[in-house]
């Protein structure tokens, strides 16, 4: 078995070396520019449409992280690059779960205990206590929840907040009240107080976060960003802020990356941000995912983490 390899910013070598044991039988190879023999797996992250354009005997690609808009764009433009029948997978948590929550808990603590409000005070020289906030009027919404939602769910779900998510089909996760469809998306944002975006890229969810969303939520709500840019409407955001609709931000990912050193979210005193950082590719459990899988596929089985090109994610 032949499987081709393309990051362009992952240790290649890692990756080669770490695949090659995980699935001794195979012949691992790095992907370079025309490379035209066989391979029946590609492992890839923005792939260069020569790479898999016109490939004949692929039995699956595999993107090297969870979203799979950039390859799903780049699908649009050139259809040839994923032959009719190629499954395409994509990364199910393989250690982003707990790299989620550690995030979301932190950024939802440090609101709860009126961190932001103490170190604005601080900078004022204020020594001031402040009444505390209660977990019944600190509800999280999380939009989204799939394999990364549903872990953020369940651990803010562990700290005794009120949970609710967002999704297409209704969830039934422990302690998390279920929201699903369009028609219960207002009732889902009534009462949020922190918002949580885990929502996948797709023409049905650019944009989603705008004045009329925001404008749905309890006041002084929050908003923490760990899916895509394109889900939030900058402008909007920053207007919801100075109108005292929103408190804070939190931002891990934008429009445009890197963050053009023009935006003003850059000086907004209440936008705070990392810069795409949120959950990364941990190459060990990645490639143990990949090998389970190609294994699975290999012996007739059926496996999980297929993306549906019909629904876009
Ligand atoms: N900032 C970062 O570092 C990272 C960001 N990400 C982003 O996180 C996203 C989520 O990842 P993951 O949890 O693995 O993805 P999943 O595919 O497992 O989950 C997606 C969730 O979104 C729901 N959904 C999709 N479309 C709609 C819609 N139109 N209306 C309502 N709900 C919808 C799905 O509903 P249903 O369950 O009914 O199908 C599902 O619950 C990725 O697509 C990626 O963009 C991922 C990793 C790192
Ligand atoms: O895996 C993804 O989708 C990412 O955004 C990684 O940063």
Known sequence: MDIIFHHPTFDTEYWLNRLQQALPDARVRQWKQGDRQPADYALVWHPPVEMLSGRKGLKG????????????????????MLPDGVPLFRLEDTGMGLQMQEYAVSQVLHWFRRFDDY???????????????????????ILGAG???????????????????????KKDFPGVESFAGGEALPAFL??????????????????????????QLAKEAYVINLARG???????????????????????????????????LWTHPRV????????????????????????????????????????GY
Request: charged share 20%; glycine share 8%; aromatic share 6%.
């Open 230 to 264: 394109v889900h939030l409407v900058e402008a909007d955001l920053l207007a919801a802020l100075d109108s005292g609709q929103l408190k804070g931000a939190m931002l891990d990912v934008f429009s445009k990356e890197p963050l053009p050193e023009s935006n003003p």
């Open 147 to 169: 394999v990364l939602g549903g872990k953020v769910a369940d651990s803010l779900v562990a700290w005794g907040f009120p949970v609710r998510c967002w999704s297409r089909s």
């Open 61 to 80: 690609v595999f993107a090297l992280g969870a979203g799979v808009d950039a390859i799903l764009s780049k699908l649009q433009a050139h259809p040839d």
């Open 119 to 141: 170190q604005r005070q601080k900078q004022q020289g204020q020594w001031q206590p402040l009444d505390d906030y209660r977990r019944e009027d600190f509800t999280i919404g």
């Open 190 to 215: 009534s009462g949020t107080r922190v918002l949580i975006n885990l929502l996948p890229n797709t023409p049905q969810t650019v944009g989603i976060i705008n004045r009329e969303l925001l404008s």
């Open 272 to 311: 705070a941000m990392t810069p795409h950082v949120a959950a990364v590719t941990r190459p060990d459990e990645a490639i143990s995912y990949i090998a389970k899988t190609i294994t699975q596929l290999e012996n007739g089985e059926s496996v999980s983490g297929e993306v549906s090109l019909q629904h």
